[in-house]
Nanobody, 121 residues
Framework: QVQLVESGGGLVQPGGSLRLSCAAS????????MGWFRQAPGKERELVAL???????NYADSLRGRFTISRDNAKNTVSLQMNSLKPEDTAVYYC???????????????WGQGTLVTVSS
């Protein structure tokens, strides 16, 4: 199995920056695309950004230019640099990964437990 553990959430003032990180751990797996989603109170979960293991990134249109996704394939980690944060960015941010379990030869989509980002003065 694969587990994802996020870190880096917290309280930040409008205009500030935060960096989220997510690490995949387990045994006998490979990781494909990784990404970040978020869910604000009373809203559905939405895509923030995705990145392939080749480094190609895709962003939600409204976030392009403020958020940057990156990954380290050797460490199975993905990060999200968030700049110029706005109150509407307040949400629980979830790490996501498409994994392949070698022992069962099955694909598995994995989610982290979520980390809260609060943008407020």
């Amino acid at each position: 199995q694969v587990q994802l553990v996020e870190s880096g959430g917290g309280l930040v003032q409008p205009g500030g920056s935060l960096r989220l990180s997510c690490a995949a751990s387990g045994s006998s797996f490979t990781i494909g695309a990784m990404g970040w989603f978020r869910q604000a109170p009373g809203k559905e979960r939405e895509l923030v950004a995705l990145i392939t293991n080749g480094g190609a990134a895709n962003y939600a249109d409204s976030l392009r230019g403020r958020f940057t996704i990156s990954r380290d394939n050797a460490k199975n980690t993905v990060s999200l640099q968030m700049n110029s944060l706005k109150p509407e960015d307040t949400a629980v941010y979830y790490c996501n990964a498409k994994s392949f379990i070698l022992t069962t030869a099955k694909f598995l989509e994995v989610w982290g437990q979520g980390t809260l980002v609060t943008v407020s003065s």
